[in-house]
């Protein structure tokens, strides 16, 4: 009597298909177990799940397709590991076979079990008839090895500040909000509060989470010079996109086996199997990198709570300029995180002086004003660096005709084509559709059409100009650099910029937020915004705390060594070139003062009903007209009354409106947002609303929807 085996698939998007297939099996295979399964024509991985409290009958007759093949060799996934699957699913309205498999390493998705076992064996075994590619992912594998571990380095002391936290993180239960100025040694106290769970169990796990790729290879040189003397080669391992993917294979195995006890990663490492886990860290748990913005819609750090309860592991999610919600949360009123304060820089290093420069008393026109020129000039003179801040990259944003008007708009995207002088292109930032740049306007026939705004290409170029005759202590001229998206395509090239400013070859460094989070640079003692003001007319409501995060995050990569600055006998600056100096923002920025530009905010949010005082979502349509895909969503409103369906009236659906970027690639959007003052109705009636939006979906009316999606607790709307 053949056994039925549940299974988590990844079903293809558009289809409705439920939450689990079934299969026949001759064994019993244990929930979590890695199997391969026949659908319709292909063979995909997946997950043996619990049985459904109600399983679907079989009808008579229905013969049951057998299960393909068994990953043997991997031990079944964890309960917990699946419960946190489920969860993720369930919140963020996927299907479990969705998350379940995008949480596993891609390699995983096309191994047949002969291929894995020969992964798993021991590599001496497997040395005869090896292909020249698996030859050369060996290749690469040995080599990331076979660099030696780094010297142990002798532990620091903490600073009063720093050994207060630690001991409050070793008393309580958290979870944790660690609001740390920049520089203050928040990675120190992460440091040692892993040390601190390794060495209470022999088997214990840390699950370390950063924002950005670009920004683990700096904390994965500390966690490896603290760590893999200790624990060996394998106990420090990474998780991000930008491995390769034998790469990825083998950190998996590592953490689900256990010999890795520290997984490093960004978002996607939140799905983890990590049995032993004992503690997860969220590093700059404000960055809008934690939430997924493409397929299953999930936010690391959100996840990274429930995870730590579910698991009962400690978390702590820091920053300098967290969240509205956790800073909410953690408000000792409400109670739900303890809130932990380091205000301190390390050392005696103090934040920069922020300097707001009103620029409507500056020349007209001027992209940077004269005291600003004549303080980065100072700076280049002293062998100081400054960093520029512009978050437009390209030359300009768009290209004009004064004559006819003509503006270098993408014949596919509701925007402009920005402007690229290096290589004379004009390229649509949305679709990335390319073309050379016209010689005359293509309207009028004008010769002269002319770049409106600024981007970093012109910044940079604006700076070479201006300091052309400024020479550094050596003698050599100022040298101006630029480090954005565009300039960092290729692989490696921006650890290797970045590399050139450590060395001291950059006097001033362009850049997008890129190079404003994170870095430890040792030698800035000045930044500069030069036209943030852009953010304070954004319609999103959370642009203002992403302006205010992004500054004090800018603000933060100054006059971080405080023995430099002595012996430069330098001030570290920070400088806003705004129209509005009298702006809530900069006078709180001016101060350093987050906690009362959050109280603002927080009471703005409460007054108007928003998060986090409310929950939202967003369900948004893309279609082949802007009509059809608002007619999708008015119809899904419908659907829902006429279902009558739970919670409804406990939550608000606010009309369909387009996006305020309404074309892409020829693809028309529009969104409806969703607002209810308790989460779990919101999360009810989404559940319960999903089965008929696919079904509607489905209905030859809706043939010109292209896709629809939800997006639960949407970080911009
Ligand atoms: P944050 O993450 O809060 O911005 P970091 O952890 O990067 O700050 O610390 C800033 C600098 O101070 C780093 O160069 C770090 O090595 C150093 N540092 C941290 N803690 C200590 C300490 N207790 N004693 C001396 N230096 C420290
Ligand atoms: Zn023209
Ligand atoms: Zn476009």
Same mark, same amino acid.
């Given at each position: 009597?053949?056994?039925?085996?549940?299974?988590?698939?990844?079903?293809?998007?558009?289809?409705?298909?439920?939450?689990?297939?079934?299969?026949?099996?001759?064994?019993?295979?244990?929930?979590?177990?890695?199997?391969?399964?026949?659908?319709?024509?292909?063979?995909?991985?997946?997950?043996?799940?619990?049985?459904?409290?109600?399983?679907?009958?079989?009808?008579?007759?229905?013969?049951?397709?057998?299960?393909?093949?068994?990953?043997?060799?991997?031990?079944?996934?964890?309960?917990?590991?699946?419960?946190?699957?489920?969860?993720?699913?369930?919140?963020?309205?996927?299907?479990?076979?969705?998350?379940?498999?995008?949480?596993?390493?891609?390699?995983?998705?096309?191994?047949?079990?002969?291929?894995?076992?020969?992964?798993?064996?021991?590599?001496?075994?497997?040395?005869?008839?090896?292909?020249?590619?698996?030859?050369?992912?060996?290749?690469?594998?040995?080599?990331?090895?076979?660099?030696?571990?780094?010297?142990?380095?002798?532990?620091?002391?903490?600073?009063?500040?720093?050994?207060?936290?630690?001991?409050?993180?070793?008393?309580?239960?958290?979870?944790?909000?660690?609001?740390?100025?920049?520089?203050?040694?928040?990675?120190?106290?992460?440091?040692?509060?892993?040390?601190?769970?390794?060495?209470?169990?022999?088997?214990?796990?840390?699950?370390?989470?950063?924002?950005?790729?670009?920004?683990?290879?700096?904390?994965?040189?500390?966690?490896?010079?603290?760590?893999?003397?200790?624990?060996?080669?394998?106990?420090?391992?990474?998780?991000?996109?930008?491995?390769?993917?034998?790469?990825?294979?083998?950190?998996?195995?590592?953490?689900?086996?256990?010999?890795?006890?520290?997984?490093?990663?960004?978002?996607?490492?939140?799905?983890?199997?990590?049995?032993?886990?004992?503690?997860?860290?969220?590093?700059?748990?404000?960055?809008?990198?934690?939430?997924?913005?493409?397929?299953?819609?999930?936010?690391?750090?959100? @996840?990274?709570? =429930?995870? !730590?309860? *579910?698991?009962?592991?400690?978390?702590? +999610?820091?920053? &300098?300029? $967290? /969240? @509205?919600?956790? =800073?909410? !949360?953690? *408000?000792?009123?409400?109670?739900?995180? +303890?809130?932990? &304060?380091? $205000? /301190?820089?390390?050392?005696?290093?103090?934040?920069?002086?922020?300097?707001?420069?009103?620029?409507?008393?500056?020349?007209?026109?001027?992209?940077?004003?004269?005291?600003?020129?004549?303080?980065?000039?100072?700076?280049?003179?002293?062998?100081?660096?400054?960093?520029?801040?512009?978050?437009?990259?390209?030359?300009?944003?768009?290209?004009?005709?004064?004559?006819?008007?003509?503006?270098?708009?993408?014949?596919?995207?509701?925007?402009?084509?920005?402007?690229?002088?290096?290589?004379?292109?004009?390229?649509?930032?949305?679709?990335?559709?390319?073309?050379?740049?016209?010689?005359?306007?293509?309207?009028?026939?004008?010769?002269?059409?002319?770049?409106?705004?600024?981007?970093?290409?012109?910044?940079?170029?604006?700076?070479?100009?201006?300091?052309?005759?400024?020479?550094?202590?050596?003698?050599?001229?100022?040298?101006?650099?630029?480090?954005?998206?565009?300039?960092?395509?290729?692989?490696?090239?921006?650890?290797?910029?970045?590399?050139?400013?450590?060395?001291?070859?950059?006097?001033?460094?362009?850049?997008?937020?890129?190079?404003?989070?994170?870095?430890?640079?040792?030698?800035?003692?000045?930044?500069?915004?030069?036209?943030?003001?852009?953010?304070?007319?954004?319609?999103?409501?959370?642009?203002?705390?992403?302006?205010?995060?992004?500054?004090?995050?800018?603000?933060?990569?100054?006059?971080?060594?405080?023995?430099?600055?002595?012996?430069?006998?330098?001030?570290?600056?920070?400088?806003?070139?705004?129209?509005?100096?009298?702006?809530?923002?900069?006078?709180?920025?001016?101060?350093?003062?987050?906690?009362?530009?959050?109280?603002?905010?927080?009471?703005?949010?409460?007054?108007?009903?928003?998060?986090?005082?409310?929950?939202?979502?967003?369900?948004?349509?893309?279609?082949?007209?802007?009509?059809?895909?608002?007619?999708?969503?008015?119809?899904?409103?419908?659907?829902?009354?006429?279902?009558?369906?739970?919670?409804?009236?406990?939550?608000?659906?606010?009309?369909?409106?387009?996006?305020?970027?309404?074309?892409?690639?020829?693809?028309?959007?529009?969104?409806?947002?969703?607002?209810?003052?308790?989460?779990?109705?919101?999360?009810?009636?989404?559940?319960?609303?999903?089965?008929?939006?696919?079904?509607?979906?489905?209905?030859?009316?809706?043939?010109?929807?292209?896709?629809?999606?939800?997006?639960?607790?949407?970080?911009?709307?």
């Amino acid at each position: 009597m053949p056994h039925i085996v549940h299974v988590a698939v990844q079903t293809p998007a558009h289809s409705a298909v439920g939450e689990l297939l079934s299969y026949s099996c001759d064994e019993a295979l244990p929930p979590g177990t890695l199997v391969r399964v026949p659908l319709g024509k292909r063979e995909l991985l997946g997950v043996v799940w619990e049985a459904p409290a109600t399983p679907d009958a079989i009808p008579d007759g229905v013969e049951l397709r057998g299960i393909a093949a068994v990953l043997r060799g991997i031990e079944p996934l964890s309960l917990g590991w699946r419960r946190l699957v489920s969860f993720a699913a369930h919140y963020y309205q996927r299907s479990l076979g969705e998350i379940a498999v995008t949480a596993l390493p891609p390699q995983l998705r096309d191994m047949t079990p002969e291929q894995l076992a020969r992964r798993l064996a021991p590599p001496k075994a497997a040395k005869s008839g090896k292909s020249r590619k698996a030859k050369t992912e060996e290749g690469i594998e040995k080599a990331a090895i076979d660099t030696p571990p780094p010297p142990d380095t002798p532990l620091l002391a903490l600073s009063a500040e720093q050994a207060a936290v630690f001991t409050q993180i070793e008393q309580n239960p958290g979870p944790f909000l660690l609001y740390g100025s920049t520089g203050s040694g928040k990675t120190e106290v992460y440091l040692r509060a892993v040390q601190a769970v390794l060495d209470a169990n022999p088997e214990a796990q840390a699950l370390v989470m950063v924002p950005e790729i670009n920004l683990t290879p700096q904390l994965e040189q500390r966690f490896i010079a603290r760590f893999v003397p200790q624990y060996g080669q394998d106990a420090v391992v990474s998780m991000h996109s930008g491995m390769t993917h034998p790469q990825r294979l083998k950190s998996w195995l590592a953490a689900h086996t256990g010999r890795a006890r520290i997984v490093l990663g960004t978002r996607m490492a939140i799905f983890a199997s990590l049995q032993q886990l004992a503690l997860i860290v969220v590093d700059e748990e404000h960055d809008a990198s934690y939430k997924q913005q493409e397929g299953a819609r999930y936010s690391a750090r959100d @996840l990274a709570i =429930w995870r !730590a309860r *579910d698991s009962g592991s400690k978390v702590i +999610l820091g920053s &300098a300029t $967290p /969240s @509205l919600e956790s =800073w909410h !949360a953690s *408000d000792p009123e409400v109670g739900r995180y +303890l809130r932990l &304060a380091m $205000p /301190s820089r390390i050392g005696s290093a103090s934040l920069p002086r922020v300097r707001l420069v009103d620029m409507s008393q500056q020349p007209r026109r001027a992209v940077f004003s004269p005291p600003l020129i004549e303080a980065i000039t100072e700076r280049v003179r002293r062998g100081e660096q400054s960093l520029i801040l512009l978050n437009r990259r390209g030359f300009a944003p768009v290209l004009f005709c004064a004559d006819c008007n003509w503006k270098s708009d993408c014949p596919h995207c509701s925007a402009h084509q920005v402007f690229h002088k290096g290589d004379r292109t004009l390229r649509c930032h949305h679709c990335g559709f390319t073309q050379r740049v016209p010689f005359v306007c293509p309207g009028c026939g004008n010769p002269d059409i002319l770049p409106l705004g600024k981007g970093t290409e012109q910044l940079q170029e604006e700076l070479e100009r201006l300091l052309r005759n400024v020479q550094r202590p050596d003698g050599d001229p100022a040298r101006v650099a630029r480090i954005d998206a565009d300039t960092t395509k290729a692989k490696g090239s921006l650890a290797e910029q970045l590399a050139q400013v450590h060395a001291g070859d950059v006097d001033v460094l362009v850049g997008t937020q890129m190079v404003a989070k994170g870095h430890d640079f040792r030698r800035i003692t000045l930044v500069a915004a030069v036209q943030p003001d852009s953010a304070l007319y954004s319609s999103d409501y959370r642009a203002p705390e992403r302006l205010f995060c992004l500054l004090m995050q800018a603000a933060g990569r100054a006059g971080r060594d405080a023995q430099y600055v002595q012996a430069q006998g330098s001030h570290p600056e920070m400088w806003i070139q705004t129209h509005e100096p009298q702006n809530a923002v900069y006078t709180a920025l001016r101060k350093h003062d987050y906690p009362a530009f959050a109280r603002r905010q927080l009471q703005e949010r409460l007054d108007a009903g928003m998060p986090p005082y409310a929950f939202q979502a967003i369900v948004r349509a893309d279609a082949r007209s802007q009509e059809a895909a608002q007619g999708f969503l008015a119809a899904a409103t419908q659907v829902a009354r006429d279902a009558g369906l739970p919670y409804l009236d406990e939550v608000f659906i606010y009309p369909p409106i387009p996006m305020a970027v309404q074309r892409v690639a020829n693809v028309e959007r529009a969104q409806m947002l969703l607002e209810a003052g308790n989460r779990s109705a919101l999360l009810r009636f989404l559940n319960a609303w999903q089965q008929y939006l696919h079904w509607l979906r489905a209905r030859p009316e809706h043939k010109a929807l292209v896709r629809w999606l939800v997006d639960v607790d949407p970080l911009s709307i």
